[in-house]
C-alpha cells in the first residue's frame, strides 16, 4: 500500500471540506435615495455604464445616471419634498444626495436637456454642468435648460 496516494486523498478531502464550510461574503445592500418614473417616452437609469429601462419606476442610488429620450418625461422623488422633473433629450449623471438633519444636499450633473425641479425650505441643489458652470439652488421652484452645443444655460 502506497502512502502518498492516501496522504494526498486526505489532504484533497480536507481542502473540499474547507471551501465548503467557508460563508461567502454577502454584499451590503445599497441604500435608495429616491425614485425615478417614467411619466412617457424613453427613460433608462443606473449606472453610467450600465442604464436600463424603468417602466414604470425603480429606485435611485447615489451616483446614477439617468437618460430621457423620445420627447420623454420623467419625475425624480427624492423624499422630503426635493423633487425633479427631466424632459426631452435629457442626460444626467453622478445624481448623489445627501442629508443633514431633515434637509437635503443634492448634487446633479447635467449633460444635456433641461429639468424642473422643487426645492424645500431649508435644501439645496447644485446642478453642475460640463463647461464648469455650478447652479445652486436653494429652497425654490426652478427650471434649468442646457445646450451643450450652443454652450447656453437659461435657469428660471
Known sequence: MKRIPIVAVLIALFATQLFCTQQTPTPSPTQSIGQIEKIQGGVQAGPESYLINVDPRRDMQNQDAVHVFDKG???????????????NDTVAEGTSIGTEG????????????????????????????????????????????YDPVADKIWVY
Not at 73 to 87: I, P, Q, R, V
Not at 119 to 124: A, D, L, V, Y
Open 73 to 87: 418625461k420623467a419625475n425624480l422623488d427624492f423624499h422630503y419634498g426635493l423633487t425633479f422633473t427631466l424632459y
Open 102 to 145: 431633515t434637509s437635503r444636499q443634492a448634487v446633479l450633473k447635467l449633460s444635456q436637456g433641461g429639468l424642473r425641479g422643487h426645492n424645500p425650505s431649508g435644501s439645496k441643489t447644485t446642478v453642475e454642468l460640463p463647461n464648469g458652470v455650478n447652479i445652486l439652488i436653494l429652497g425654490t421652484q426652478y427650471f434649468i435648460t
